[in-house]
């Protein structure tokens, strides 16, 4: 079955960098674009980034772009978000996303990423 897990948060200064690592099984992970989003309580899920199959195309949101670069590992079957300049802002969970994969939308169980002094 398709399992992504996230690892990497942890609670880092402002200006500070982190890097998330998502692992991923159960589905060829070359042929499919995979995305990272986050969340705070009461509010919705926001797309922070997306990568094509091959890692050739990125998208970040406005909130993030120049910060995160999102990157992927098709030989190791890993989804990275090298995340720089943090902001407490950027305080949420955040999880990685797969597919939709015969039609549905995976995500794992996400890892809390807090920015603070």
């Known amino acids: 079955q398709v399992q992504l897990v996230e690892s990497g948060g942890g609670l880092v200064q402002p200006g500070g960098s982190l890097r998330l690592s998502c692992a991923a099984s159960?589905?060829?992970?070359?042929?499919?674009?995979m995305s990272w989003y986050r969340q705070t309580p009461g509010k919705e899920r926001e797309l922070v980034a997306v990568i094509s199959s091959r890692g050739a195309t990125t998208n970040t949101a406005d909130s993030v772009k120049g910060r995160f670069t999102i990157s992927r590992d098709n030989a190791k079957n890993t989804l990275f978000l090298q995340m720089n300049r943090l902001k407490p802002e950027d305080t949420a969970i955040y999880y990685c996303s797969a597919g939709p994969i015969w039609g549905k939308t995976y995500w794992g169980q996400g890892t809390q990423v807090t920015v603070s002094s």
């Open positions: 159960g589905f060829t992970f070359s042929s499919y674009a």
